[in-house]
């Protein structure tokens, strides 16, 4: 089955500065993959998604690379802000809307 | 956030008693997604059920069953409760055709 990997685990940056989280997926079948933002205790929500027929997706101050041939892809985070401070999930999608989780990252934004 | 909701939202019960989680939709979405969510391991499919009557297991679906007799209703059964099933639990549903998934509230259920 489909296997992601995603790093760091932990990032901690300034408030201001850019944030990259890195995921990486094992089957070349997947062709969808989203990006989750769980506050503490709150429910996963999709914040940005792409698909394989595109490179780069942006919507405002984030943005999602892909990059098929090497099987990864990277969300990117620009000008963050306090209440950017929260868990990142990335997911990837082989057949039948069955999503494949990755083990998540914990952004913590610092003033 | 879409019509999704989960009930109980907290339970606490003993080993090796049945335990019923429900999750309930408004949005008439013909997928509907049971996960489990652990530190260190995301969130991890348990069962999924692509229309009423229609069910498939996810990648832990041991120890756990499900049934959807009715399109707005998904429910999660574990027969015989493990303290390895303590955890927070999810439902997700998806529109045929899409897709976004989109989450329930959760349920933290710990087994002792």
């Known amino acids: 089955g489909e296997n992601v990997e995603q790093h760091p685990s932990t990032l901690s940056v300034q408030e201001g500065d850019s944030a990259v989280i890195k995921c990486t997926y094992s089957?070349?079948?997947?062709?969808?993959f989203p990006w989750y933002k769980q506050e503490l205790g709150k429910r996963p929500q999709l914040i940005i998604d792409i698909r394989s027929n595109v490179g780069e997706k942006k919507d405002q101050r984030i943005a999602v690379t892909l990059n098929k041939t090497a099987k990864h892809f990277s969300l990117h985070i620009t000008e963050t802000q306090p209440e950017d401070s929260a868990v990142y999930f990335c997911a990837a999608s082989q057949r039948g809307n069955k999503l494949t989780f990755g083990t998540g990252t914990q952004l913590k934004v610092e003033l | 956030d879409a019509g999704i909701t989960q009930s109980p939202r907290h339970k606490v019960t003993e080993t090796g008693t049945p335990v019923t989680l429900r999750c309930h939709q408004t949005e008439n979405h013909r997928y509907m997604y049971w996960y489990r969510q652990d530190p260190g391991h995301g969130l991890r499919l348990i069962h999924y059920?692509?229309?009423?009557?229609?069910?498939d297991k996810g990648e832990v679906s041991d120890g756990y069953s499900v049934s959807r007799s009715k399109t707005e209703d998904f429910l999660l059964t574990l027969e015989s409760a493990t303290s390895s099933q303590t955890s927070v639990y999810f439902c997700?549903?998806?529109?045929?055709?899409?897709?976004?998934?989109?989450f329930g509230p959760g349920t933290r259920l710990t087994v002792l």
């Open positions: 059920s692509y229309g009423v009557k229609d069910t």
């Open positions: 997700a549903i998806s529109d045929q055709g899409m897709d976004e998934q989109f």
């Open positions: 089957d070349s079948a997947s062709n969808y």
